[in-house]
């Protein structure tokens, strides 16, 4: 696999001289200084595809590869457990997309899931890292400190973040609903047992775990705003929240476009929280897409489903995605014109 | 160019993509007997490998122990140790075995063994249990045929695990209510609940997971008369009138304000630790909780609500693997090996489960060494174990939204447990297709 992936990538038909790591010797420096002064755009492909050809094979063979036998997969009717499989064309997705079959009801109450959560915690999960970033932004004492402060539950895994939340949100004893209870409130909130609960609490331990990540990114957009334009805007008389419209915006937008991207994505493909924090329940009503594929597949080998199930998902993640490119682009054409 | 090697690109992942189905497709494996001379294994000496998934508690010091002394005592065999987690072994097992790399001997959870038997990878252990002389009366009622796939025995058993009922005795003796003599039938059970609330304490404290509100529910349901499935496991019948009764049993707990509504995961046994409730329903594994150390604990058998005894168990099992070309002198040797395991099982109970082999745990020595399985023991004449089918853990799964369904008041015990069983009958179905016949 790695030769062949080598023979892809190397520059063969361009005639250009491998770099071998020979370049002590003067002949080989000539040769190179040679090749630079010929049109060099090829030659230059041929290395930049070299350097890729590590991460290209990983990508082939760990990505690209499985998914296309996922997608394989997806048109017979596989089973780990028999010898042969057998072509059955697109009826894995027509049942999912028949009403009453052993996989559609539960895989739409499954996504239907997956888009509750990822409506409701979006918003949240660039409002939030956005205004800590600009605050962080401040000059402010003790503001690498409070970077650290935002970032560190990032750090931590889904495991341990779902045991914590587990005992302090527990209905009975747990710490959350106790505080309640001293300043007045209900105290016997069911915080991971019963819904509109369930979903807070996953929205709110979601925003609280990764909203560090955001905020660096979104804080690295801020710090290469160039100073003189909220010079320019300060002579002009704009004022902070005019200057945050009208500089700091602008300014974010393209990062702006890769963290609502990824967000999105990662918001969809959100599994660890339910599976540990709710168990999907009440009933499956917090069960979301991944984890009902996981089931499917990797628990019940019910794998002809499971990846039909997957390719649906992408589809819907795909089609999010362009739309949002698109949507950032038109507005970055009409802000230019 | 760039496009030309993009298509290049795409190309190859087709082919290698194609190739890994191809290859997939390729393997087969028959299933097939295997002959065992006798009970101590005579021939060359032979290496065997153990897969089991004995991760945590006290087994990763007993296991290496228990394995060194019988390495150490019989010179043809050497025993390789391999733990691992129990979903690791599930997903590693089809591949394992049929590329030939998987192990000789497993354990197994009673409702895998039909899994793995559909697909062919566990061999068939009639002349197995035969020449080590094992019979169904060497173990609990019912427990052999636990093991047992289309009419075939496919595992030994090796342990059992029971669902009790544990007491807080502090919080009992608070309420005013006697802790020795802890209730047994649903009268006095439902007595002391309703003592307890007048003190101000809610009893029992249900919940809508598998730990433990599914276990009570299935054993609920066997007390009433009821069973999950049918004979041949072709249809569930959960929602009988057993069943119903069972859960609205469940659900009546709690409104009549002996259970808190909405109790989270593992909430109940937390409560019973922390003092906050009097009665939990729980697997016998508990009896190794550090946490029980400062409590006035007692396990007992689960009172008798319905109208006959009965109680809900799992239970692990020894699988002899049908690797491809599997070596027959290794499986002898992997037979000499368990019938070992068994014999030497009187510490097992360090690990939180219980002995299968009956000689082991009818030994006074064992009760002595471990008082609180007493009760456990005395339940294992009318414990009722996991059902056998391919795929019956998918099925199994409905139980549990069911009994969350009605506990959390999402819908009436009867409603959820229609529903689940129009889903675990679609399940079966889909199962068939899955596993063939």
Redesign the interface.
Known sequence: MATDTDSLVAPRETGAPRPRGSARSARSTRSARAAARRPGGRRRTGVAYLFLAPFLVLFLVFVLAPAVFGLWISLTNWSPFRATQSFVGLKNYIELFTPGSTTSGDFWQSMLATGIFTVASVPFLLLVPLLVAVLLNQRIRAGSFFRATFFAPYVLGVAVIGVIWKYLLDTQSGIVNHVLGMIGLPDNLPWTVDVPWAWITLVGVTVWWTMGFNTVIILAGLKGISADLYEAAALDGAGAFRQFVSVTLPGLRQVMTFVVTITILASANMFGQSFLLTKGGPGNTTRTAIMYIADQGLSQNNMAAASAMSYVLFAFLAIISIVNFRLQRERAEKSAS | ??KR?AV???A???T???G??LT??G??SGSGGSEVSSGDYTGPKVTISFWNGWTGGAAPVLVPKLIDKFNSEHKNIVVKDVPMQWSDI??KM??AVKAGKGPDVAVGHGDDIATYA???LVLKADSIVKSLGYSASDFPAGLMDAGKYNGAQYAVPWSVTPLGLYVNKDVLQKAGVDPSSIPADKTSYEAALAKLKTAGVQGE?VD??VFTGTFEFESLLWQYGGDLFDKPVTKATFNSDAGVKALTWMTDLIKNGYS????????NI??LI?G?TAFNWNGVWQTTNTAFGKLNWQAVAVPQIGTQKAVWSSSTHWMFMNNKGQDKNKTAAAATFVKWMNDNSADWPKTGELPAKNSVRDDPKLVKDYPALKPFLDELPYAHYEATAP?I??VEATIT?AV??AV?G??SPKQALDDAVAKAN??I??NK????N
């Open positions: 160019m760039k090697f290049r690109a795409v190859a992942a087709v290698v993509g194609l890994l189905a997939a497709c393997s087969n599930g997903q089809p591949l559909a697909q062919g404290w809508g997971y808190p509504a909405n109790v989270a995961q593992d909430g937390n409560a922390a906050k795929g853990t998918s939204t969350n369904e959390t999402k819908k679609a399940l179905k889909q297709d899955t596993y063939g």
